[in-house]
């Protein structure tokens, strides 16, 4: 009979659990998260195939766990899809549901990439400095990709993560309360900034701040914004 975990809470203690329980057997006490490394101590086969349909896939083979990866991408995009496969193996649950089998995974494979335990040190270590600086943390969580990064930082505190990809809006993820809103003049206009200059652009407005930064590589143009809000405006 499934076990359904529909409530947040649950959900993020066991996934939780599952990354600190894949850490120990894997002997990892810091960043950078290696998911080979993980795979091999939770005796996972990982098969470079080629995948033309998809990222990558898991499955039970005579009492063996496997999974196959798709032999292109970026080494980030399949650090995480190998994450995400290891989780959907590890979770100690049996889904019949696969799309929520499948949507636990994905915040697994964020949370085991980046484990939470890390990541507070990490962030308590940029308080004395920057609050926030995406850069040192991607340079600590480098196995991850500055998106990654950008939106587990969510779990830890209250802010909006926007993605641009060449000056469109990709992706826009929120820990505020209120829910997501729509990108505001200011917003679009230290993006813009980023764009142009190919450096950390940072403006305050109305209780409110956001900082760009550009990602630039082979020739594509990301820009990631985190926008927070002074308590009092709210």
């Not at 409530?7 to 990354?19: K, P, S």
């Not at 490394?37 to 996972?44: G, K, L």
């Not at 290891?86 to 949507?103: A, V």
């Not at 594509?220 to 985190?226: D, E, P, W």
Request: glycine residues 6%; proline residues 5%.
């Amino acid at each position: 009979m499934e076990q359904a975990v529909y409530d947040f809470e649950e959900r993020e203690a066991l996934i939780e659990a599952t990354v600190e329980r894949l850490l120990m057997s894997a002997r990892i006490d810091g960043p950078p998260v290696d998911p080979t490394r993980i795979a091999r101590a939770a005796r996972i086969s990982v098969l470079d195939r080629e995948l033309p349909q998809r990222r990558g896939q898991s499955y039970l083979y005579r009492g063996m766990k496997f999974v196959d990866l798709g032999k292109t991408g970026r080494t980030e995009r399949r650090n995480f899809t190998l994450a995400h496969e290891i989780m959907e193996l590890e979770l100690p649950i049996g889904f019949h549901n696969k799309q929520l089998k499948h949507d636990i995974a994905m915040r697994g494979a964020a949370a085991l990439l980046c484990p939470g335990r890390f990541f507070r040190a990490c962030l308590r270590e940029d308080a004395g400095a920057r609050p926030f600086d995406l850069l040192r943390l991607k340079a600590a969580f480098s196995t991850a990709s500055h998106e990654v990064v950008a939106l587990r930082s969510l779990d830890f505190a209250e802010a909006t993560i926007s993605v641009f990809d060449n000056g469109r809006l990709v992706n826009r993820q929120t820990s505020h309360p209120f829910g997501i809103q729509p990108v505001t003049p200011q917003e679009r206009d230290v993006m813009r900034r980023a764009m142009r200059s190919g450096e950390i652009c940072e403006e305050t407005w109305d209780g409110a701040s956001a900082a760009a930064y550009p990602i630039f590589e082979n020739g594509f143009k990301r820009v990631i914004l985190r926008t927070t809000l002074d308590p009092a405006c709210l």
